[in-house]
């Protein structure tokens, strides 16, 4: 039934009900329908209702297409993300296993053995001692000579020693030919000292007087010249 205000024509029940339904599908958009003429009502309710309706469901359609694909991507990502992290936490847990048994293949270190101590040193051998008299200073020189493997024999070196000083360290011949020369004899063997001195043995002193340098220097020339001191039965 249709009800008139002077020279208007309301909207039927049912073109309000299309304009609500436009109302709800926007998004409660509010619309205000004014009163037309009643001389377009029919037109309004023959096209244009009916157009407002028609684009009313197409735009509700047209928007939840939309949200529901908004939606579905949404949980798509969602799903891939949660498959990611599940996916990283396996193998996070895969690679934590593998170590873990690559750890116990390895073969165990021995144990570090100690540090050997060093060995204690050796003392030095004691010096030998050698008295301070003639049979001391020809055991000594002939200790060294035999080191430096020069050979000579106590008998020979003593026998020699008793008929040039008699045993005297300190003798000097200033006679013989030496001694007229300027190169007197010194020492137990009477040695000159160009002669000492050339034939000087690493070791002993460099003083003629020595009585171990004097015999050791005299049995090297003696070696040299004679074989050995026990080929010298006069002066040399």
Known sequence: ??????????????HKFSAAGLVTVAGAAALTFALVPQAQAADVQSAGVKTVSLSAQEFGVTQDGEL?????????????????????????????????????????????????????????????????????????SLDILRSKGIPASYDGIKRNIMRESTGNPQAINDWDVNAVNGVPSKG???????????????????????????ITASCNYAADKYGSMDNVNSAY
Not at 1 to 14: D, E, P
Not at 104 to 123: D, F, N, V
Not at 192 to 197: A, E, H, N, S, V
């Open 188 to 214: 137990l063997l009477q040695i000159i000292d160009p002669t000492f001195k050339a034939y000087h043995v690493e070791g002993t002193s460099w003083n003629i007087y020595d009585p171990v340098a004097n």
């Open 68 to 140: 529901a694909k908004a939606a579905d991507d949404a949980a798509g990502q969602a799903q891939v993300k949660a498959a990611a992290a599940v996916q990283a936490e396996a193998k996070a847990k895969a690679d934590a296993e593998r170590a873990s048994r690559s750890e116990a293949r390895k073969p165990m270190k021995p144990a570090a053995k100690p540090a050997a101590k060093p060995a204690p040193a050796k003392p030095a051998p004691a010096k030998k001692a050698y008295a301070d008299n003639l049979d001391g200073w020809i055991s000594e």
């Open 1 to 14: 039934m249709r009800s008139t205000v002077s020279g208007y024509s309301a909207l039927s029940k049912a």
